[in-house]
């Protein structure tokens, strides 16, 4: 699903149920046809008619068996990091005649862990679910929480859940990377993207070529670019920029460009595709080589104040395994 067509909760969050970002699996009354951590992947659901698996037909998500009693089946998630729920997507993509009825789902804030003393609230109601659709949820909240529970009634399978949410930014002693997804940092435009861009403000290094940003060859005057913005408004001291298995194919060379833009209103994404390329650079045009990670920080990123959003140039084309930028938030700094 395009970002477009996302609701309105789920655009300028990231999915706190993640696993790629780091959330897991806890718990689940029951596994049998399908595990747990396979709701939380990352890629959209797939069907492979006529596969099965020594429990039966292969499902592309979380799915109990037929329950013959009375209950239903719950399971836990820890979340890829504790954040503001905004909203949820329960997907029951492919699973037509073995989805729920309904689900409900409910939140703790419990760092170490839930445990039989946690308090849990309910932010989702009973509700019903269909067959091979998306479902989405609207669940505004200023409370912080770590992990869910989804209930669901009384059995079946659920492909993808999806929590989106705002990463909670908690105090640092030193500078943060304020371009990381799990502090709330976002990608917003490119120019090219034909090889992949979600996993460039990942966590990690990348664990192959199809790990980060990568664009296609360019044929023609130019360069590519990419807009990120920052988890808050911050001054930036230092920036990473890792070209981890690009060998053949990385940049010749970075730049980054900034720029404050508290306040504005409209199509972001329209209005920085249009404005980024006049920012400020804050670092000027560096060699970059091959699989490696390139480390810029003292005189050679210039102050440009406070900012919001940055704008990472790469030379010509190429590909980058992730992003990060290092920096102070600024007083009020939440963009």
Known sequence: MSTAALPAFARGTINLASAGLGARALFATDEFFGPLSRMLSDE???YHAGVYDAHGKWMDGWETRRRRGPGHDHAVVALATSGRIRGFDVDTAFFTGNYPTACAIEACHAPGGPDETTQWVELLAPSPLGP????????ATDSMFSHVRLRIY???????????????????????????????????????????????LAPGRGINMGDGWETSRRRQPGHEWIVVKLAARATVESIVVDTAHFKGNYPD?????????????????????AASMFWQE?????????????????HLVKQAGAVTHVRLNIHPDGGISRLRVFGHPAEGGKT
């Open 44 to 46: 959209p659901a797939v």
């Open 132 to 139: 091979s659709a998306q479902h989405f949820f609207d669940c």
């Open 154 to 200: 009384p059995d079946g399978g659920v492909a993808r859940l999806r929590v989106y949410g705002i990463p909670a930014l908690g105090p640092a002693e030193g500078p943060i990377d304020l371009a990381s997804a799990l502090s709330g940092g976002q990608v917003i435009a490119f120019s090219n993207g034909h090889y992949g861009h979600q996993r460039l």
């Open 253 to 273: 060379a970075c730049s980054l460009q900034a720029a404050d833009l508290t306040g504005t209103t409209g199509d972001l994404p329209t209005l920085v595709t």
């Open 282 to 298: 804050i670092l000027p045009e560096q060699k970059l080589a091959a699989d490696r990670i390139h480390t810029f920080d003292g």
